[in-house]
């Protein structure tokens, strides 16, 4: 089912798809994510796809393609955001908007987070089209904005005003990965992402005395905030095992990275290895912090604000009472910003196992290996509504191009643009297909 000839077929086209999709600046804020939707609805038209427009207004608008089928089974739901992040154009070194072509790779903000995977989605739905199969479910591809900031102006948005969009019987979306090696083991591994940590941002208040900055008497706001961030900074968090993390640990474990599923092992594993630790804590990373007027002043307020991000199971209740245990300062407010949780996805259903079939059609030996995002996505929106949905955009990663991602230089090679067109094309014929 895999049919590795369609990477060559496609590549050209699924090249000045991407390239069209980065030129279009939709750094969010603001946004301006209706451009992409205006020029979805075109190439819609162009390729004799249904395409419906949700209108959210200040440019944020989202759009839904619709390749249909049968309709003896419930919709395939592609899933894409189509806000970036945005960039540092001084820290790059090629340009983030103009589709910088070199040495087979593609730049651009977006290349990898997600207009790629949108560029692979809507390639996957154009070659079924033109190839006439018979499919038993529609394809639904939902492009939404907002992602980066939240999703008010896009996914949670269509949930609240057309939720039919989102039924299906299962989605894919951004949150796992294809590596050709991770946490020290070779690939091909592809990680198969069905659970999500939840984000919790707070923020931190102090009041304190102000004065004369050359007699400290320690009850000022800035003293104060720097003991609860020290406190905050040494508080040790445990590393566990839960059964979302399960699967990935044992994985690393029988190849031998880690020498036992238990929690000595992996605290030491996880002291060594950043994204380890952040599959098996609760992390909690001190982002801003500001205080005082002048440097002869003793500031008399102090505000600064926390990323926690919560394992599955912990809820945002408990974590604050921990938190506010360590910081052991009743004159340290702590203000939620932002919380989102997301339900699990189960592993066993018929898109997880036409993922696995849709790889090893490619390469028997390559693992499909159940993740844990550690950031979040849209997915928790389909997930609250009881569609299965998981993270599984098919490119395989070197080492160290994930640090592109949200950073510099973000890019993706043609070849793994071209693989991952085809291999969403076997997943969703796996899925899809009127003889599955
Ligand atoms: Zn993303």
């Keep these: 089912m895999f049919d590795i000839a369609l990477a060559d077929a496609v590549r050209a086209e699924a090249t000045a798809l991407l390239s069209d999709l980065i030129r279009i600046d939709s750094s969010n804020p603001p946004g301006n994510e209706a451009a992409v939707a205006d020029y979805l609805q075109a190439l819609a038209a162009r390729e004799g796809l249904r395409s419906e427009r949700i209108p959210v207004g200040e440019g944020r608008d989202s759009v839904a393609l619709r390749l249909p089928g049968d309709g003896t089974a ?30 087979g790779y593609l730049y651009g903000r977006g290349a990898l987070d997600m207009k790629g995977m949108l560029a692979m989605e809507l390639m996957a739905v154009l070659e079924l089209r033109r190839r006439g199969l018979a499919l038993r479910r529609d394809i639904v591809l939902l492009a939404t904005g907002d992602e980066e900031a939240g999703s008010a102006f896009g996914a949670e948005h269509v949930a609240k005003v057309r939720p039919d969009l989102l039924q299906a019987d299962a989605c894919i979306n951004e949150g796992g990965f294809g590596y050709t090696e991770v946490f020290g083991v070779r690939g091909p ?35 104060r905030m720097v003991h609860a961030l020290a406190r905050i900074d040494a508080w040790r ?82 974590f604050i009472a921990d938190l506010g245990a360590v910081i052991d300062d009743p004159a340290v407010e702590v203000e939620t910003i932002f919380h989102a949780s997301s339900p699990v996805s189960p592993l066993d259903g018929g898109l997880a196992a036409a993922v696995r079939d849709a790889v090893h059609d490619w390469n028997p030996d390559a693992a499909v290996v159940p993740w844990i995002t550690t950031g979040f996505t849209d997915s928790r929106v389909p997930r609250r509504l009881g569609v299965p949905s998981y993270g599984f955009i098919p490119a395989l990663l070197e080492p160290g191009e994930l640090a592109r991602l949200h950073g510099n230089d973000e890019r993706i090679s043609l070849d793994n643009l071209a693989f991952g067109c085809a291999m969403l094309h076997g997943v969703a014929r796996r899925f899809c297909g009127a003889g599955a």
Excluded: M, Y
């Design 74 to 103: 419930a919709p395939l739901l592609f899933l894409a955001h189509t806000d970036v992040v945005p960039v540092e154009a001084d820290q790059w070194t090629r340009p983030a908007f103009t589709a910088h072509l070199e040495d």
């Design 237 to 318: 968090r445990p590393n566990v095992v839960v059964p979302e993390n399960e699967p990935l640990l044992r994985f690393i474990a029988e190849r031998g990275v880690l020498p036992a599923l238990e929690d000595e092992a992996l605290a030491a594993l996880a002291a060594r290895n950043p994204t380890v630790n952040a599959t098996t804590s609760h992390t909690v990373a001190n982002t801003t912090c500001r205080f005082g007027i002048k440097s002869n002043v003793l500031a008399a307020t102090a505000e600064a604000t926390l990323d926690c991000r919560l394992l599955p199971g912990e809820t945002a209740e408990h």
């Design 189 to 223: 591994v592809f990680g198969l992402s069905h659970a999500e940590k939840s984000p919790l941002w707070l923020r931190l208040r102090t009041r304190g005395v102000p004065g004369h900055g050359s007699v400290p008497h320690g009850e000022d706001a800035g003293s």
